[in-house]
T-cell receptor, first 111, second 112 residues
Framework: KNEVEQSPQNLTAQEGEFITINCSYS?????LHWLQQHPGGGIVSLFM???GKKKHGRLIATINIQEKHSSLHITASHPRDSAVYIC?????????????FGKGTKLSVKP | NAGVTQTPKFQVLKTGQSMTLQCAQD?????MYWYRQDPGMGLRLIYY???????DKGEVPNGYNVSRLNKREFSLRLESAAPSQTSVYFC???????????FGQGTRLTVV
């Protein structure tokens, strides 16, 4: 079983829809990251959080440490939001260097 | 404002050939990482360097070597490329553990 599970694997939405991507993990963590990978391949860090909620523009990330679950929300989605969204956790038990990555959620927003 | 720069962006190798992937960051970060990304799998850590002069194996180090040349540069070497090393390789850096990581644009490597 993967230590970081994302759902859904693929998501198609219409422009303007509210989108939620989920991430569940099975290890104790010190931080959770949400990353965005555009079709060109580059990876950009969106959020790093260890508790509560963070907001940046139309993106909101929440984490529930007790339930070992995080969500990434996109409000008023736009075609430029089309990308793969990756959840990654830094395990408290892991080696210093290692983030554990989910497989990603591929989002396609149609105009 | 370059951030993390990887070269080359694309490479095709024949089985048995060697090559070095270059990575440089201009953010004065202590920690640098090399990951590979394969279809249907999350990114996996190959090697990392917590600080200049140190390197450690990650999850999938076999077939690779690394050099932390200085604080800016962290290279990944394939001594004898194999088709199983066909992948997209990402370099990343961070100021330290538990802080935001910055990624390069990736190198798409095909071994035939």
């Amino acid at each position: 079983k993967n230590e970081v599970e994302q759902s859904p694997q693929n998501l198609t939405a219409q422009e303007g829809e509210f989108i939620t991507i989920n991430c569940s993990y099975s290890v104790g963590i010190s931080a959770l990251h949400w990353l965005q990978q555009h079709p060109g391949g580059g990876i950009v860090s969106l959020f790093m959080l260890s508790s509560g909620k963070k907001k940046h523009g139309r993106l909101i990330a929440t984490i529930n440490i007790q339930e070992k679950h995080s969500s990434l929300h996109i409000t008023a989605s736009h075609p430029r939001d089309s990308a793969v969204y990756i959840c990654a956790v830094r395990s408290v038990a892991g080696s210093q260097g290692n983030l554990i990555f989910g497989k990603g959620t591929k989002l396609s927003v149609k105009p | 404002n370059a951030g993390v720069t990887q070269t080359p962006k694309f490479q095709v190798l024949k089985t048995g050939q060697s090559m070095t992937l270059q990575c440089a960051q201009d953010m004065n970060h202590n920690s640098m990482y090399w990951y590979r990304q394969d279809p249907g799998m999350g990114l996996r850590l190959i090697y990392y360097s917590a600080s200049e002069g140190t390197t450690d194996k990650g999850e999938v180090p076999n077939g690779y070597n690394v050099s932390r040349l200085n604080k800016r540069e962290f290279s990944l070497r394939l001594e004898s490329a194999a088709p199983s090393q066909t992948s997209v390789y990402f370099c990343a850096s961070s100021a330290g553990q538990g802080v935001e990581a910055f990624f390069g644009q990736g190198t798409r490597l095909t071994v035939v």
